[in-house]
């Protein structure tokens, strides 16, 4: 993990505009959700969202209007449930209003070969976790204790929400989950923080962030196959990637492969291994060609000025 970190700090030293402080306020809120663990699935993928909540005024008041209109009967969102056509007509407006949030959101996309990386790892309870998601809970640990110790600061809060999934399933797995956290984050961290909060969500509001990740994470996973055919190679170009992903990944991807105007930032990191068994990885930041239905800027204007809000909320800036 320590080869992460420094690929991470590299990249930040090289394009900095891949990168948006998460610094500055008091609280970090931390965001994950995780996808592959299908049989046919080439990868198993981590999406975590690192965002400083004292800029998350106008994601708020923005997609509180926007979800009065596309999701006015409290619907989630997931990257499962997108057939849904209520859902459909929502998703555009969803990821319009998560660009205009200042943080990170980083994909990690572990290649199924990379097969157990923790498993001379011991703790007294380790028999009751199933192989897999021990390992699971093992990487998001790991991947999670990495990022805040590279992003957050001195002192800062520390919320963090998490998918409820196998590491989450009942109490007892929550209070196991926290302890592995604990004992890992501090290996990691040379500045002492806080936590405020660490669990699954708990109200809508943070059901909507956690959903960012789980869009992401679901139509990353499609895709990754494309990404470790091309890895090696000069990767920070989009993958052509059109004719193989459609349907409801389709417009999450046009979405994620475009951060150059937006708060948000997005990054990918591919973790494989060669013939010879050594473990690979590689950073992605990728600069597509800006797609105007996911300019918020307009939005913005009628914000600060009052002006009342349209009703076809697909529409781009005009």
Known sequence: MNSLAEAMAQLESKAPEAFTDVRTGSTLLVASDYAGERNEDIASSYSFLFLDTVYLWLWNEMWSKGRSHALPDNRRFSFKKLNDKVRQRALIPFLKSANTIPGVLITYVFHKNTGYLFEGEEIEWKADWKKNSFEKLLRIANLFSMMVSCLSRSQQNIIWIT????????????????????????????????????????DIASEDILAICDLACGAINE?????????????????????????????ILEWYMDDLKHALKRITVLVWRDPDDSLRHQCIHFTGQSNPAFFWHSEFMRIVTNNPYPKNLNDGDK
Not at 169 to 187: C, F, G, L, T, Y
Not at 191 to 201: E, L
Not at 233 to 245: A, G, R, S, Y
């Open 163 to 202: 998918d409820n999934d196998t590491i989450m399933a009942n109490d007892e797995k929550q209070k196991q989950a926290r302890s592995v956290v604990m004992h890992i984050i501090n290996h990691y961290m040379k500045h002492p923080v806080s936590w405020t909060h660490f669990g699954t969500p708990g």
């Open 223 to 251: 895709l990754a196959g494309s990404f470790f055919a091309a890895a090696g190679q000069k990767c920070n170009q989009p993958i052509f990637w059109e004719n193989i992903v459609q349907g409801k990944a389709h417009q």
